[in-house]
């Protein structure tokens, strides 16, 4: 009876890098958060809003009709729809795509001042200074999987890092 081995981060080939998952796990948490602030921002729309006179056109109908439906919703509705799974993944694709607007808009604005300029030349020095010791503990990780496949892989990953971690100390 052989055992399968699940991988969760390190230098998987397949799954990625450690990095990817943890760029992805923060991507994840920004995410969350734009669709708290953008569930709190439509619980307050939907308290505020007033209905708009019907001649005044607007320049964001689908907006104003996604506006137009959620606060006539009450609390309890509000909160199953904002529950509902299909709806946090458009939710997600929104706040995705309104941060990528945001972004776009604020890059240029961000480099021409002083500060956002000092901020991203600090920033820039930091990853060329990082880029090579990533590089060379990513290939590390890569060659120290090699050496599990052909020499350990009877045991679990876990066990063989434990183990090994255990010779790096007994040194």
Do not use: C
């Not at 939710?91 to 480099?111: D, F, G, H, V």
């Not at 990533?134 to 050496?147: C, M, P, S, Y």
């Amino acid at each position: 009876m052989g055992y399968a081995n699940i991988f969760l981060g390190g230098s998987d080939p397949v799954l990625g890098s450690s990095l990817d998952l943890e760029t992805k796990f923060r991507d994840l948490e920004l995410a969350e958060k734009a669709l708290a602030r953008q569930k709190q921002q439509l619980i307050k729309m939907q308290e505020q809003t007033v209905e708009a006179p019907a001649q005044q056109k607007s320049a964001t109908p689908v907006w104003d009709e996604i506006d137009s439906i959620t606060a006539k919703m009450s609390q309890k509705e509000f909160e199953k729809l904002v529950e509902n799974e299909e709806f946090k993944q458009s939710s997600n694709a929104l706040a995705q795509l309104i941060q990528a607007t945001q972004l776009a808009q604020l890059r240029p604005i961000i480099e021409n001042s002083q500060n956002g300029k000092d901020i991203l030349d600090r920033h820039l020095t930091l990853i060329k200074r990082l880029k090579k010791s990533v590089a060379e503990e990513a290939d590390e990780e890569l060659n120290d999987f090699q050496v599990y496949k052909e020499h350990f892989s009877d045991m679990p990953y876990s066990e063989y890092l434990k183990t090994k971690k255990t010779r790096k100390e007994d040194k």
